[in-house]
């Protein structure tokens, strides 16, 4: 879709990744420890001013204790620190309850590890939890819940019910939970984000992984880290050590400023990127998608059933040439492409301007 985009001069709102750089203490604490020297191998589980500065976070944030020497590692992005934790815990034939649509990394990770994926799919435009379907996802063979929220594609914000739901079948089953959450910092409306780990009795089974890109805007420094029961972390370590040994050196330190900022900073990155969602949700509209406003993330996801297409992927085939925008399927996402046959994704974490041409040119979308 990158390419289709570049050969048509078509608006990108495929990819998540923000088209503005982050805070400039963060970007300048970077260019200070490359200056600085800080250009070799930091410590296996990261440096140690990050450490403490994940713990600190989680205390500041919900109120988690946690331990920087044994609790925490930081890894090459979330995208490292989800292979890990599931080549960690996995062994060939356990099975891994996931929802779909999904990140599509948790499938590849999943099947490196010899896992059997086992999913429940959430369905727009609500994306609420269906109990049976998640129950019958469960059997004496999970070994792992995998759960992303805020969700990537779909923009869902899990509800304190249905993360206890998914706690309660994890512990029946005697499951880890993995927990994604990314995009713990933009959420929208006041919707609370309530991470796994402060649930009751969820701590001692949970392994939380979040990561530096989303929330400072630097998706290309490859910052993420997990948090849970030390021994968990330890058997993390000794995967990611024969993954990349270690990464990101003088990033680490910019991230550990980065997550010592106000929380005006933090605030201030939400609203900004809700009024992108409000801008972006309202062209959609106009141009006759069916919209489900998202309460996190960067992304939403629209029916193009109204317009009278019949399939996604080759609607976003087309779109770049008969609009200028790029989207993406979200049948890409499922292992039941039906459930979302003419669903598209758009990336709303882009310049204002950027969105409003991207609006205009979908309000003249015709179909053929
Ligand atoms: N999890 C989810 C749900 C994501 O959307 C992304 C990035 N698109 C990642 C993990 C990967 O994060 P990172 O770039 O830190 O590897």
Redesign the pocket.
């Known amino acids: 879709m990158s390419a289709l985009a570049v050969r048509h001069g078509a608006i990108n709102l495929g ?3 923000p088209d503005t750089d982050g805070p400039p203490e963060v970007l300048e604490a970077a260019v200070a420890a490359i200056r600085g020297g800080r250009n070799q191998y930091p410590p296996g589980p990261g440096v140690p001013e990050l450490l403490e500065a994940i713990a600190a976070h989680q205390q500041r944030f919900y109120g988690l204790s946690v331990d920087p020497a044994r609790e925490v590692l930081v ?8 292979a890990a934790t599931v080549l960690a815990l996995v062994e060939p034939g356990d099975e891994v309850v996931t929802f779909e649509p999904y ?1 599509d ?1 948790y499938a590849a990770t999943i099947a490196l590890a010899g896992g059997v994926r086992r999913t429940s799919v959430l369905r727009f435009p609500e994306f609420a939890v269906d109990e049976a379907s998640l129950r019958a996802a469960f059997s004496p063979r999970t070994r792992m819940v995998l759960l ?1 929220s805020p ?3 779909t923009g869902k914000v899990f509800t304190r019910s249905e993360l206890e739901l998914i706690c309660t079948l994890a512990r029946e089953h005697d499951a880890w939970v993995v927990t ?1 959450e ?2 713990e910092h933009l959420v929208f409306d006041g919707v609370q984000h309530v991470p796994v780990a402060t649930l009751a009795g969820m701590a001692e089974r949970t392994i939380t ?6 929330t400072f805007s630097t ?1 290309g420094w ?3 880290w997990v948090t849970g029961p030390a021994p968990a972390v330890a058997a993390v370590r000794a995967v990611k050590q024969f993954l990349t040994y270690v990464g990101s050196g003088p990033f680490q330190p910019a991230v550990a400023v980065g997550l010592g900022l106000p929380d005006s900073v933090y605030a201030g990155l939400a609203a900004s990127l809700q009024a992108k969602r409000d801008l972006l949700c309202d062209g959609l509209s106009a141009a006759g998608l069916a919209v489900a406003a998202p309460s996190g ?2 992304f939403v996801i629209a029916d193009v059933a109204p317009l009278g297409a019949v399939d996604g992927l080759e609607f976003c085939l087309q779109l770049p040439e008969l609009a200028g925008v790029v989207g993406v399927p979200v049948s890409v996402f499922h292992d039941d492409a039906e459930a979302a046959r003419t669903l598209v994704r758009f990336a709303f974490c882009k310049r204002d301007e950027v969105l409003r041409e991207a609006v205009g040119r979908l309000a003249r979308l015709r179909l053929g």
């Open positions: 990819q998540g990744f890894t090459v992005g979330a995208t490292e620190a989800i990140y990394s992303n969700h990537n594609p994604d990314v995009y992984i979040s990561s530096a890109g989303k998706t490859k910052v993420g993330t960067y």
